[in-house]
Every structure is written in structure tokens, then in C-alpha cells.
């Protein structure tokens, strides 16, 4: 899928309005003192712009929101960490990207070798098909964990051209597929109790594999930042540093939109899984896509394990009772889909105005869901999406990219 552009008016400078939107409200604020509950309020992280990567030198790159990973530039090479903060104590392994054919630097002994650039990986999640589109090397992809999780049309193309394989994922991954295709690299996503020991066939066998936590960081710019690490091993930083800035700065200025909008609407999310309704946590970046939207979350300081609260219909019921808008309603096409559930979300009051939005928009006719992939490197879509749905007066031209409205 070709990147879409930038929202209306975000790909640079100051969105339409904005310059003297901006300037009445503040002024406003300033005369009138703060609205009720925006004193108390402290703009996040994500709201305030941080210093551009394009400033980094040539054929570099550097790590400005992610906690899950880092790059070095050493002598020889590349070292990448990836941190695991799954075990009782955060665990790190180390990867030393060297130029291919080169032979490995001396010292660290406990890194794992990757040759650089890739000329071939083998994508376990979606996400790491959508980090490969992001920087235009869906053509480096010759191996999925699953046909039916991938929605970019050029490895949609390459599937349908017999041109990837099918791996399969967990328990079901197929080593001796994988070990006669040789792959530059196994990109795998880490879990509690995940570890490269899972993979030691592989690893045995010459097929690096690397292992990739992006779903626990706590902030859609942090998540989409992972595309450096895909960057570093393709040797693509000047790329993903001018195409991740330009994602950021847009957020940012949209962030701003949803931190000063004059409302806060009351939302619930999601829908119950096997009788447990799942909402994310103070610490889930979900989470900050609701606060950088401008509403009111009723859970956004609760705080999980695991970065889900785990909650009955009884706990989340007197919530949506008055709610205004009703988000990410699992699979549900329709409000007639959500009501054959439960009857009872008929007294939601935003079933009954109708403003029920499901992020299932873009789902191809193999089920998949483009909101989990594409999504995760464009977070500025889907915070554009969420701001037209919760404050339509703030992006007036803006058509609904990954969200969509149930009737």
C-alpha cells in the first residue's frame, strides 16, 4: 500500500486555521483562566515536539521516544539492543549488524551477527510487514507467518505471485521451511516467557532471528519508531529519519488540536472477549491516542500488569450507559452485529445516537485488519481519524482513513 499523505494541512507548517485558532484560544485562556479540569491536566509527552532526527548525521539515526531499543554506531558496524521487560527483570540482547561479507569486529562476544543490508526477511507480525512497506522494501519480504495478516498491497501482490512462503507462527512455525529458504533474517514478536531460546533451531542452523517488543511501548510515536531498527538493518536511516519526522511533526500538530479542543467527550472502547471486557491501561498507547484526541477515558489512570484492565460488563456498563462515543467495537461491521452479541448494548446511549466507529475501515477479504498494520508506522492517520470523530469542527475536510461509521 502506498504511504497515504499527510493529513490536510500537516505536512507543513501550521494546519489550516490553526495560526489564528490557536492564538484566539489561547488568549481565551489566558483572559478566562482555565476551563474546569484543565488545570489539573498535563499535557503529555506526545503533545510536545522534540528535536528533529534530521539534524543526525548522514547514514545515521537516533532513538527519540521508543524504550524498547536502542542503536549505537560502533566501529565495524551497527549495535542494536532490543530489551525484553517481560521476565521479573528487563533482559537485553544484543545484535551486531555488520556490512556484508565483512568480517565481526572484535568485542562483543555476547552479540548475535546479522550482515547488512538485508536482502531477504521473513515478517512473523503484520507490523513488521507494515515497518518493510514504510521504507519501500515490501520486495525484501519472502516470508510470512500467516498469508491472511497482511493488507500492503505490493506483499499482497508478491502472495498472489507465489513469490512468499508460509511459515506458519508459535508452535506451528515451520523451521524446515525456513532453514531451506535461508532468510537474511526472522523477524519474531516477543511475549511473556518469549525468548531467542525458542528459536535455537534456527539460530543452530546460520537463520538469525530477531525478536521485536514494539506492542508494549506506551505511545503511538514510540511504537512507530521501531521502524529504525528495519531502517538500521537495510541501511535506510536518511529515509526513515526524513519519513518518521514528517509522521511525528504531523502528530504533534494534531496532538495540539486534541490537547485545546474546547470539549472532551466521554468514550468507551471495545467490546467483550469470552465474557471479559478488555480497555487499555494509564500506560498503553492506545490509551495516549485517547488523551492526544481530546476526550475523557474513564480508565486512563488505571494501571495493569499486563497493559489491559481485565473488566466485566457490570464494571463497564454504568460507563457506557452515558458515554458519548463508542470506539473499536471488535469485528462488528454494524450496529446490528454489536446488538446480536448482547442485547443489552441497546441502552448504550452512544448505540442509541448512533455514534458508534469501528477501526476495521480497511479489513481485506482475507480478514485483515490494515488499522494493526499500517497503522502502527502511521499514527498521525489515526489520530487525524479520531480527532474528526470526536471533534468533526477541527478537521472539517478530513475523510475517515482506518475508521468507520456503524449504521
Not at 236 to 259: T, W
Not at 339 to 359: E, K, M
Request: hydrophobic fraction near 45%.
Amino acid at each position: 500500500m502506498p504511504n497515504p499523505p499527510l493529513p490536510a494541512g500537516c505536512a507543513g507548517g501550521k494546519p489550516p486555521f490553526f495560526a489564528v485558532w490557536r492564538t484566539l484560544t489561547l488568549s481565551a485562556l489566558l483572559l478566562v483562566g482555565p476551563r474546569p479540569g484543565v488545570g489539573q491536566t498535563t499535557i503529555s509527552p506526545a503533545a510536545t515536539p522534540r528535536a528533529a532526527v534530521a539534524g543526525a548525521p548522514r547514514g545515521r539515526t537516533a532513538v527519540q521516544y521508543a524504550k524498547g531499543f536502542t542503536i549505537s554506531y560502533v566501529a565495524g558496524g551497527k549495535l542494536v539492543t532490543i530489551l525484553s521487560p517481560f521476565e521479573q527483570k528487563t533482559t537485553a540482547t544484543r545484535y551486531l549488524l555488520v556490512p556484508r561479507g565483512a568480517g565481526r569486529p572484535a568485542g562483543y562476544a555476547d552479540a548475535h551477527v546479522i550482515e547488512t543490508p538485508l536482502r531477504s526477511l521473513v515478517a512473523l507480525s503484520s507490523m513488521h510487514v507494515a515497518l518493510a512497506d514504510f521504507l519501500g522494501a515490501a520486495d525484501l519480504v519472502v516470508g510470512l507467518g500467516s498469508f491472511k495478516y497482511a493488507s500492503a498491497a505490493p506483499v499482497r501482490q508478491r502472495i498472489a505471485a507465489g513469490k512468499i512462503y508460509e511459515v506458519g507462527q508459535g508452535k506451528e512455525l515451520n523451521n524446515e521451511e525456513l532453514i531451506a529458504h535461508h532468510p537474511d533474517l526472522v523477524m519474531a514478536t516477543g511475549w511473556p516467557g518469549e525468548s531467542l531460546a525458542r528459536f535455537q533451531t534456527l539460530e543452530a542452523a546460520g537463520v538469525p532471528v530477531m525478536i521485536n517488543s514494539e506492542w508494549v511501548e506506551t505511545t503511538p510515536l514510540a511504537r512507530a519508531e521501531w521502524v529504525k531498527v528495519l531502517a538500521a538493518l537495510l541501511n535506510k536511516e536518511d529515509l526513515v529519519n526524513r519519513k518518521f519526522d514528517q509522521v511525528a511533526r504531523s502528530y504533534h500538530r494534531l496532538a495540539a488540536l486534541g490537547h485545546y479542543a474546547a470539549q472532551r467527550p466521554k468514550v468507551v472502547v471495545g467490546l467483550p472477549f469470552k465474557d471479559v471486557w478488555y480497555v487499555p491501561d494509564t500506560d498503553s498507547y492506545l490509551t495516549q491516542f485517547l488523551r492526544d484526541a481530546g476526550c475523557t477515558y474513564a480508565w486512563d489512570q488505571a494501571r495493569a500488569p499486563s497493559g489491559s484492565l481485565a473488566l466485566s460488563f457490570e464494571t463497564v456498563a454504568p460507563v457506557a450507559l452515558t458515554a458519548d462515543y463508542w470506539l473499536q467495537t471488535g469485528t462488528a461491521a454494524t450496529k446490528a452485529d454489536i446488538l446480536a452479541q448482547d442485547a443489552r448494548y441497546a441502552a448504550f446511549a452512544p448505540f442509541q445516537t448512533g455514534r458508534v466507529y469501528n477501526n476495521n475501515r480497511r479489513t481485506n477479504a482475507q480478514g485483515s485488519n490494515d488499522y494493526w498494520e499500517s497503522g502502527a508506522v502511521r499514527p498521525d492517520l489515526v489520530l487525524s481519524d479520531l480527532i474528526k470523530i470526536l471533534h468533526p469542527e477541527l478537521l472539517p475536510s478530513w475523510q475517515l482513513y482506518y475508521y468507520q461509521w456503524l449504521k
